[in-house]
């Protein structure tokens, strides 16, 4: 008889067993990755997918960052209503509600957490950029690859909002950019301005020290605000 | 995706490129403006670019963080808002679509319609089929898994696995198409009438019809296991009705093909519903088609009886329960019989070992087909007088009353004829009939209204919530959702579009829902709302004009009375009314509704004030009065609290059912029996698992009391948690929570406990709260602990502290900041107990000597008591002679007018009693013991203490005498009902010594493991007064291991 494993077990709904399981055998990496994709309700999950995540399997990864995609829009739509139209976006709050609220993040040390946090500013970065790819799409039409923004100032006020959305997109094609040269520095500023980490928290999360993120941090605002100032949006 | 190790590697130099680019920057800002551009030549002599990359970036140094700021606030926070606003809300202000929403697209000739589901396979959207002009069901890939091959292909399977069958009972498909996108749809057959679940959810079932449900389901899985599929997550939530009340199994999101290669199974991987799983699944072994029988014995269990056969609270307990507990005997809560051939067919589709179920869906069918002809007969076409309704026209019988009151003007529209079609459809929707005499009442959501027209009056939009919902409950006929879950359950987006109404009052688990909206019209309002049941049809609508807002509460009542009673097609004046539930003071209301607004926001002090404000505007308001002594809790002031909950509950004949029912358990957890209080609130939460005040309250009962009673504080955390996740805003949870996670050393949940309470957000106002935890979380994180000076604040911090080895030398600081010759009296009397419990638990009886010789000439009554019950301790061994002076001490009959706290003088006469006997026990005088244990057995009277102390001594004289059965009996007895309130303010009655007797005597009875849960519950919770013994308790319980 099978011995069952605690992890298997507390995955959520969606079980997913070791039979057929083989090293290589793609397929079924695959397929459990289909299998177990509901939100897991029982403690140990998310302590399970951080621990594996944080050991390289990116399967984990991946799905630990759907959950926490899904599980921040539906808590920064009931944050919206708190503010009572104020409309401040605290990060911060946000993301330590999320870890409150994805059961079994309660469970994480310190060190663990700040994994977790960063994974949810990366997944901030993510709603925005989806949303502005979106809507650029929409808007167009077609993919939108690029952005004119020469012609910026030429919009006229009640296309303010779109041209928000490109102001959007160029922040994230200069943080793509950034991301190819220099990854760490892209990774603090997705802490400290999509997540609200402070200064200790980045670090731990990334591994890296303190000192480190006070500088990557300064150096890389000034190299988002050159990028985008080459680009006409600083004095908008 | 969004992994790091899926992004391109950089060439290695680029990290060194960059932390050299980063420290040259650094050191350049540091230098003097004037000096960098030297600096630069010199540091760049030989790199160009490097000199050319750092000029440019230093020239916008000043600016970016500015920029970068402003640029959040501009364009990051409106897109983000924009981004994650609610897929179906439709704002004015906000028209942008969600993303990956579907919703409003085409695909060919099918219209995407609202969303209705989402699974770990896909999501479902309702849509329409424009060619045939028919309502469909489509599916698309979750947006994560949009290009996913593997996602992709097991969507074709699936589609492919349901359309093979072509049964009336599987949910066919119509249809799979590729957007213009590439993404991939299923079409389906739409299921109009909802899931298994959402019937299971509102009730149960009858037992003839949940036969006829069974025999569709069966003969679908049997074709299903004909054409070699197994299901594999069969559960009420994959199975959906027609509108005519046809049963068909959806989600064939995992389902295997078996038996079509030589492999009579499929071993790839398991998967399924917890709940649902068969035991052969939970042990890995190959799922085949007797896998579905199991689940579909569960799903039967689950609608004969109303639950699950093996519901339990943790996935741990659930699947041991599966793989080994028998089944729970088939007893409805209705007491309808369920028939044994029946229960004998479940039981055996519930056999553990496989073999011994029903071999696949062909042999439950032909099971069912034998037991009773006439009963289970596979379903008849739908009924034609259902269709008969669905096709008439839809008439609209408009009763119009106008009642002309002083100023009120009434209008109430009914539409008759849907309200009963509805009824004959929807069975789970208790007929208001009935429901006089069916226990639980049917419940109602009131959502919050639109507010047009003032924003003086914004306060309204949860003010009406506020206000309809103990009318509501005050026609004896519904039950309103506590107003803070429905608050918290609806988005903050301006509009509430009916989809999303339907949807919240569905979460809320509410039967019916209100919707409405007040506009401004001169100095009054127009208040308009429509009672709706639970699948959106329209029940009533009424319409109140209000001269003046002074008048609101008179017409919100005649509001509601309206909408009651046309469900019910009789007058008005039929339906109870509010009576006094509110206040006629418009005055006393508009601080009621401020000070919910308060404690909403967590500032319980302002809302302390703002109740208090209320109470004096209108002595009589009930409501106000127990709002106080919620707020007065959560502020620490309990002499307030005392007075409020007395007042609310002398009042409580005024108010509604479940306000009555909450302040009558309230009252039994602060001043009468805490175990009756239990009992109340878990009926309550059984009842109405959405009231967010009943599960607060028996969070608050079992943190206060299971201490008492040999069971974990932890154990607070389950309905505290419920708390939280019904009302995410209640911050007084978060105190609670934090407390619990500060006893179980969970850092970091302390950690983010705090920040959420403290947030900018929220509450500011409580120092000594902020004082306390930022105490406890530096304790536990071992790192440098801020002193607290503050009497208050001190008094708060000492009164939480635990029983580990840095909070007991915290209790040392703060007695020490109490005992300060500055304080008051009563504060200063505390902290020199304090001090002097600390020195008898160091065995230093001299020191606790002195602090005593100091109290005394403060308060010598309390000197007198807490000297006993030190002795009574097993910290210190004391003389004979000191323990006789003492006990001699206590029966002299007490002169003191002056009554501590909420003692009663009788009260206090009990306790002088009981420690004199616990003196006598000290000495081994059995007769004086027995004696006093007489007397105060005797004790007749409003006196509450004597029957719990007098059991108390009780025991402590049976282990005398060496009889540890009778012992651990009366101390049992002693447990019950010492109130809340009581046991604050004395410290006796935290009944430590028949604490640590009661385990003394199951150990000695080898009841290890309840001795153990007894000992444990000396180290359980605040410290102070258990300090004398944790020493002992600690060598107790290493030998018990």
Partial sequence: MQQIRSEQLRDGCRVRLPYGEQAGDRSDVQLSEILVTRIPDSDDAVTEMIRRWTDGDAVAGDRLFALIYDELRTIARRQRRRWHGDDTLNTTALVHELFLRMQGARALSVHDRAHFYALAARATRQILSNYARRTLTEKRGTGATTVALADAAAVPATEARGLEVERLWALELALQELQRLHPRPCRVVECRYFGGLSISDTALALNISEATVKRDWTVAQVWLYRQLRDQGLSDA | ?1041
Wanted: proline content about 5%.
């Fill in chain 2, 1 to 1041: 995706m969004p992994d790091d190790r899926s992004d391109s590697v950089p060439p290695e130099s680029s990290a060194d490129a960059w932390d050299k680019l980063a420290s040259l920057f650094e050191t350049a800002m540091a230098q003097p403006a004037s000096t960098r551009a030297g600096f630069l030549e010199h540091a760049c002599a030989a790199d160009r670019r490097m000199h050319a990359e750092l000029s440019s970036l230093m020239a916008g140094a000043d600016d970016a963080p500015l920029f970068l700021r402003a640029f959040a606030g501009d364009v990051v926070t409106p897109a983000f808002l924009a981004a994650t606003s609610a897929t179906d809300a439709t704002s004015d202000e906000d028209d942008v679509t969600a993303e990956w929403s579907f919703t409003g697209r085409r695909i060919r000739h099918f219209e995407v319609g609202a969303p209705i589901g989402r699974g770990g396979m896909g999501v479902v959207y309702r849509g329409r089929d424009t060619l045939l002009g028919r309502d469909v069901a489509l599916k698309f890939l979750p947006s994560e898994r949009f290009a996913d091959p593997a996602a992709r292909q097991r969507l074709v399977f699936e589609a492919q696995a349901a359309s093979a069958l072509d049964d009336p009972h599987v949910c066919a498909i119509y249809a799979i198409e590729d957007t213009v996108e590439g993404e991939l749809c299923v079409v389906m057959h739409f299921c109009g009438g909802g899931t298994l679940r959402e019937r299971l959810r509102d009730g149960l079932l009858p037992i003839d019809g949940v036969l006829r449900v069974v025999a569709q389901l069966a003969s679908g899985l049997a074709s299903a296991h004909r054409a070699g599929i197994v299901h594999r997550d069969l559960k009420p939530a994959n199975i959906g009705f027609t509108d005519d009340g046809v049963a068909k199994i959806l989600d064939f999101g995992v389902a295997v093909r078996f038996g079509s290669d030589d492999a009579p199974s499929v071993s790839v991987a398991a998967a399924g519903t917890l709940p649902y799983m068969a035991p052969e699944v939970l042990r890995g072994e190959p799922a085949d088609a007797r896998v579905d029988v199991w689940s579909l014995g569960v799903i039967m269990y689950e609608m004969l009886v109303g639950r699950r056969p093996f519901a339990d609270t943790t996935d741990a307990m659930l699947i041991h329960a599966i793989l080994h507990d028998p089944l729970a005997p088939f007893e409805r809560r209705d007491g309808a019989a369920v028939p044994v051939d029946i229960a004998r067919l479940v039981t055996e589709m519930l056999e553990k070992d496989r073999a011994d179920r029903p071999a696949d869906g062909r042999e439950v069918v032909a099971r069912l087909a034998s037991l009773s002809a006439d009963r289970l007969t596979l379903p008849p076409r739908p009924p034609s007088a259902v269709r008969e309704w669905r096709g008439a026209p839809r008439t609209l019988r408009v009763i119009a009353a106008s009642v002309v009151m002083l100023l009120v003007f009434i209008s109430i529209a009914i539409t008759t004829n849907r309200g009963r079609r509805n009824r004959a459809q929807q069975r789970v929707v208790t007929p208001l009939e009935v429901a006089r005499t069916v226990n639980p009442l049917p419940s109602v959501a009131v959502l919050p209204f639109t507010i047009r027209g003032g924003g003086d009056l914004a306060y309204l939009r949860e003010g009406m919530v506020e206000l309809l919902a103990p009318a509501f409950d005050a026609t004896g006929l519904l039950r309103a959702v506590d107003p803070n879950s429905t608050i918290d359950a609806v988005s903050g987006s301006a509009a509430l579009d009916s989809a999303r109404a339907r949807a919240v009052a569905e979460q809320l688990g509410a039967q019916r829902y209100v919707v409405g909206s007040v506009v401004r019209s001169g100095e009054g309002a127009i208040v308009r709302a429509t009672l709706r049941h639970g699948d959106g049809a329209d029940v009533a609508r009424a319409q109140v004009t209000v001269a003046h807002t002074d008048q609101l509460t008179s017409g919100v009542e005649t509001l509601v009375r309206q909408l009651v009673a046309a469900e019910l097609r009789a007058p008005g004046d039929t339906v109870a009314g509010l009576a006094a539930t509110m206040t006629s003071s418009n005055r006393a209301l508009r601080a009621y509704l401020d000070g919910e607004r308060e404690l909403r926001d967590a500032r319980p002090a302002a809302a302390v004030a703002f109740f208090t404000r209320a109470v004096e505007e209108d002595s009589l308001f009930a409501l106000a009065w127990y709002r106080l002594a919620r707020a007065a809790r959560w502020s620490e002031v309990d002499s307030l609290n005392a007075r409020a909950v007395r007042r609310a509950h002398a009042l409580s004949s005024t108010l509604p059912l479940r306000l009555q029912q909450i302040v009558e358990a309230y009252y039994a957890l602060r001043v009468g029996s805490p175990v009756e209080a239990e009992r109340m609130f878990r009926q309550m939460v059984s009842d109405y698992p959405t009231d967010v005040d009943a599960w607060m309250l028996l969070g608050e009962t079992l943190f206060d009391n299971n201490q008492f009673q040999g069971r974990a504080t932890g154990d607070a955390a389950v309905p505290f948690r419920r708390v939280m996740a019904l009302d995410m805003r209640n911050r007084e949870v978060t105190v609670y929570l934090m407390e619990l996670a500060a006893r179980a050393n969970r850092i970091g949940e302390l950690d983010t406990l705090f920040q959420m309470y403290f947030s900018p957000n929220s509450a500011g106002e409580q120092p000594g709260i902020r004082a306390t935890y930022l105490a406890v979380h530096a304790r536990r994180a071992q790192l440098p602990e801020p002193a607290i000076d503050e009497p208050a604040a001190a008094r708060i911090a000492m009164g939480r502290a635990g029983s580990e080895a840095s909070d007991v030398r915290a209790i040392g600081r703060y007695a020490a900041a109490l005992a300060a010759p500055t304080n008051t009296p009563r504060t200063r009397a505390d902290g020199l107990l304090a001090l002097a419990t600390l020195a008898w638990t160091e065995r230093a009886p001299e020191r606790a000597q002195r602090a005593w010789g100091e109290v005394a000439l403060l308060d010598a009554e309390a000197t007198l008591f807490h000297r006993a019950l030190m002795m009574a301790s097993p910290a210190v061994a004391v003389p004979a002679d000191s323990l006789r002076s003492v006990r001699r001490a206590l029966d002299v009959a007490g002169t003191t007018t002056d009554v501590p706290g909420e003692l009663s003088k009788a009260e206090q006469r009990s306790v002088r009693a009981y420690l004199s006997g616990l003196l006598s026990r000290q000495l081994g005088d059995t007769a004086s013991l027995a004696k006093t244990q007489r007397e105060l057995a005797a004790v007749r009277g409003a006196d509450r203490l004597a029957a719990p102390l007098s059991a108390a001594l009780a025991g402590h004289l049976a282990v005398s005498r060496g009889n540890y059965v009778e012992a651990v009996l009366a101390f049992e007895r002693g447990v019950v009902a010492v109130p809340s309130q009581l046991r604050a303010r004395v410290p006796a009655l935290g009944q430590q010594a028949d604490r640590f007797a009661h385990a003394d005597a199951l150990r000695a009875l080898g009841r290890m493991a309840e001795a153990e849960r007894w000992y444990g519950s000396l180290r359980d919770g605040p410290a102070l007064w258990s300090l004398p013994y944790l020493a002992t308790v600690t060598d107790r319980l290493r030998t018990l291991k």
